[in-house]
DNA sequence: GTCAATTACGAGCTTCGTAACAATA
DNA sequence: TATTGTTACGAAGCTCGTAATTGAC
């Protein structure tokens, strides 16, 4: 009884095209694998989805419903998938940024606002912390980002891991070089993998 | 981009243990080919999941939105095939009924409640018919089952399909025999595929 | 003959288990 | 050494396409 993705992509083609030619074009596929794969799903199931009538198919009351609930299930799934690929990019998601007070006086809020401009989909929250609390929580991950203004407070903190956005590792950006070149001005600052590169760098993609 | 039900069911393994090997065992395989499932799924997906650290391992923030997100998608799927199940085995669905007036004096209403109590997610509905009607309605799939009480009425129609609940066939019943001693004595009644024979035989299961 | 579906069969890919390897406590 | 995960590789199974078959118009 082991129902698969694919099963329910190809019975929901031929659902809709009410005709397993006509789906099998639709899926770039021949017929009989096709009509194949239908048998299959038939039999795992324990249940008959088409009528084979004299000129293409019908569907049963079940065929019907699972034609309806195999949309709701794949669409669930892309869903799930998007999802967790935004995540992945760092699209999505949450981010905690530490600063020192002046910070706001700074370029700060300006590059605050890009970030959000180019990653709505990420939640953040900036924090007042002193330089060696911001230090203490990059190293526990507590914060992605800090933002201070003396290198030498900023010691090795491990390289970033992907396993939170709350990652981070010092000057320079494990993922761009780039990024240098801003640290070593005005700030401090330690990325996550993407979305913080990004933030560094001011990118709005 | 291939993600398969399998791929989600084996990380949903992996996330809740937080172990590829204990995984492993829960799946009934051995560590390696899982470990290469998860693999390819970051692959697909274009996303780190897992974490590999000194001990076990740790999920990512996407790998985390991964392991509740298949959860519902395996629910959804297993629901959906439930239900398909039900329908096929005619436990599920909705079923119309034609009847003589007079049959409502007789042997019916005690039928339709010990079918009611044996397949109560199916909806029914019963409607007075005179005879003749009944067998049109019958032809064209509008009632499933037509109690009237004159054999000769009854034409030939064609064999039940599993299309519809509505399907009907002339006596004896296609799919039991045991039903054609009860359509030989007070009423005449056309069967479904499986609703319906039970219902004739009055079989609660 | 054409159209639509099924059956038959072989090539190529996928998945799994076993074995060997690497790293850590 | 025991534990946990990865790499390597071959056998078994699965999926697909081509070709042949059936059945209805």
Known sequence: MNID???LRYFSAVAEELSISRAAQRLHMSQPPLSQQIQQLESRLGVVLLLRKKRGIELTAAGAA?????KLVIARLEQA???VQQIGRGELGEIRIGVISSAMW???PDLLRRFHAGFPGVNWSVKELMPAVQVQALMERRIAIGF????AQAPAIPPPSPAMLTAG???PPHESTL???HSSNSFHCCSTPTACARLILGITP
Chains 1, 2 share one sequence.
Not at 66 to 70: K, N
Not at 148 to 151: K, T, V
């Open 106 to 108: 700074g370029e700060f």
């Open 5 to 7: 993705i694919r099963h």
């Open 169 to 171: 590792t010092l000057v």
């Open 66 to 70: 699972l034609a309806a609930e195999a």
């Open 81 to 83: 998938v998007d999802t």
């Open 148 to 151: 201070f203004r003396s290198a």
């Open 179 to 181: 990024g240098s070149q």
